[in-house]
């Protein structure tokens, strides 16, 4: 039987030609589920919380999506005229969705905005545009082609991405003008770009709960190194069947 996980998404207020609220997701994010034998279920911000509670209790993982940016009254800032579009409901939704897989020690993938919503959910902070931060133009918001790779990232070795990847050093794609600041109490930094900015983030007090700052679900295009993103989704994947096949071993003793 295939294993379920979780899977967030969006929705638009006003989408489609009825100008009404339309619920939306890239394709590839279940694209990348798929290939490595994960069947994802969509978790929608029009999901009232027990559904949401209730999507999650058939599921063995969670993967966070990429979006707008999170609202920053939920780091205790007030927004900076360059803060992208916010999505306060969906915020709501997948604070709610993060909060019920926890309860139940699911594995998370937290993907772009994904790993920056686990850090304010956590308690950290974000940089609400990495240019303002800087002072300057940056390299993390790429023009090439989807998919493409764009800067290296450095991990670290013993971290849970360490493990998952394999590697130490790897190319990666970059659609983010925001980025984390502080980071929240219990989470470690496990990759960080050529710039010191952080890239990928993982709990200490969860099984395995990681966030990358990059989309390793956008390799099916002229990326020439998919290696790395096809083994962090096949961790994934290892990981909350584990996690299945275990219950099911402490269900039959
Ligand atoms: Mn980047």
Redesign the pocket.
């Known amino acids: 039987m295939s294993t379920r996980v979780a899977l967030t998404t969006t929705i638009d207020p006003r989408g489609g030609e009825h100008r009404k609220p339309r619920v939306a997701l890239y394709a590839n994010y279940l694209d990348a589920l798929q290939r490595v034998g994960l069947t994802p279920v969509l978790v929608t911000p029009a999901h009232g919380s027990g559904n949401i509670d209730a999507l999650l209790s058939i599921c063995s993982g969670l993967v966070l999506a990429g979006g707008e940016d999170i609202d920053p009254s939920r780091y205790g800032e007030e927004p900076i005229p360059q803060l992208g579009p916010i999505n306060p409901p969906r915020d709501v939704a997948e604070f709610r969705t993060l909060e019920a897989a926890l309860e139940r020690d699911l594995p998370v993938l937290g993907i772009c905005r994904g790993h920056q919503l686990l850090n304010v959910f956590f308690g950290g902070s974000l940089h609400q545009d990495i240019g303002v931060a800087t002072g300057e133009g940056h390299l993390?918001l790429q023009a090439t082609p989807w998919g493409s790779h764009h800067?290296d990232v450095t991990v670290e070795r013993d971290s849970r991405l360490g493990r998952a990847i394999g590697r130490e050093r790897l190319e990666?794609n970059?659609y983010?003008h925001q980025a984390i600041r502080d980071v929240a109490p219990t989470l470690e930094v496990s990759a960080r770009?050529e710039d010191g900015?952080i890239?990928a983030l993982e709990s200490l007090e969860h099984r395995w709960v990681v966030g990358v700052?990059?989309h390793p679900e956008r390799h099916e295009a002229e990326a020439q190194d998919t290696d790395a993103d096809l083994r962090l989704f096949q961790a994934f994947a290892r990981v909350v069947t584990e996690e299945k096949e275990e219950g099911r071993s402490a269900d039959a003793g």
């Open positions: 993390h800067h990666i970059s983010h770009a900015l890239e700052q990059w």
